[in-house]
């Protein structure tokens, strides 16, 4: 699935349940934010050692699977609500990255 695919899907989710005026680019970036904070949840106080353990439990690994997938979910709908297209934003800043750190060798 594309991102334009994933806006799709995700504006006719919303505004199939009435949702859609509560979805402000303020709303939407500060629930960016909290999905990102439950996300860390999963993480504060364990080593890199320990996250990588506990994603072996599928149920732990589907819990966090869905903090990332909520985090993508609310920014795909906020760069929806501004007129952002996301595979041109993504490529372009890889394209960014690319030039300010090129590979040495
Ligand atoms: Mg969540």
Do not use: C
């Not at 504006?11 to 939407?28: C, E, I, M």
């Not at 966090?64 to 996301?86: C, F, N, Q, R, S």
């Not at 372009?92 to 030039?99: C, T």
């Amino acid at each position: 699935m594309d991102f334009k695919e994933l806006e799709k899907r995700l504006v006719a989710f919303r505004d199939a349940r009435g949702w859609g005026r509560y979805h402000t680019p303020k709303n939407l970036a500060i629930s960016a934010a909290v999905e990102l904070g439950e996300l860390l949840e999963h993480f504060q106080w364990e080593s890199d050692e320990e996250i990588l353990e506990a994603v072996k439990d599928p149920a732990k690994r589907e819990a966090i699977a869905d903090e990332i997938a909520d985090v993508i979910i609310y920014l795909t709908l906020l760069a929806h609500e501004l007129g952002i297209d996301l595979d041109e934003a993504v490529e372009r800043k890889i394209e960014k990255n690319g030039r300010k750190y090129p590979i040495r060798i």
